[in-house]
């Protein structure tokens, strides 16, 4: 069976600290064997030793350090990891998902130039996929949205990504990067269980 790699979120509580990782991952790639990554640099070594996975997802939850607008302490360690992973894709042509946070810390990784928007979707609510410009068919016109935050479709990244699919306010929602092996949602496909055969066709 075929691995992922999948970002974890890390959570405070009494004292002690974990890594999760949203079960409906678990669900979403049931075909696949999903290994969720603790946000520890020291210890990534340790799921990369084995055969090369078929895909590496960045998963949402929290913002990152690049987003200026964000009032919230970023994960600096999970930022770590996520940066290792990125690399490690590319050097080995893998396929990288990036999701809503995901996303937006792959993006600044790649572009200096990266402009965030307070998002003009609340938090929770869906995405009108039937307003957007896209260039792949999405099924259903129903995303969720779990961010607060949006990144300005700019000359940088018209000049690096293909823009799938982007707001009446030219912000970016799903994109693929011209060179590399990398898709990125802002909504949470794993929520709604959408989007699984454009990924699956990404990924294979």
Not at 11 to 26: C, K, T
Not at 59 to 83: C, H, M, Q, T, W
Not at 107 to 116: D, G, H, M, P, R
Not at 163 to 169: G, P, S, T
């Amino acid at each position: 069976m075929k691995e992922i790699l999948i970002t974890s979120r890390s959570i405070q509580q009494h004292d002690e600290n974990y890594y999760s990782l949203d079960s409906n991952w678990i669900y979403y790639f049931e075909n696949y064997k999903v290994i969720s990554i603790p946000n520890n640099h020291t210890k990534l070594s340790n799921y990369l030793t084995s055969s090369a996975p078929a895909a590496i997802v960045l998963s949402g939850g929290g913002d990152i350090e690049a987003n200026k607008l964000s009032k919230n302490f970023p994960d600096l360690k999970r930022e770590e990891v996520e940066e290792a992973l990125i690399k490690y894709g590319i050097d080995n042509n893998i396929p990288i998902i990036a999701i809503c946070r995901g996303m937006q810390k792959t993006i600044t990784y790649l572009s200096k130039n990266i402009i965030f928007t307070e998002n003009p979707v609340k938090i929770k609510e869906y995405y009108l996929l039937d307003e957007c410009i896209t260039e792949e068919t999405f099924v259903g016109n129903k995303r969720t949205c779990f961010n607060d935050y949006s990144i300005k479709i700019n000359d940088e990244i018209n000049n690096n990504w293909h823009i799938l699919c982007a707001d009446k306010q030219k912000n970016l929602i799903s994109s693929k990067h011209k060179k590399f092996n990398i898709l990125c949602f802002i909504w949470h496909p794993e929520r709604d269980f959408t989007d699984y055969e454009i990924i699956k066709s990404f990924i294979e």
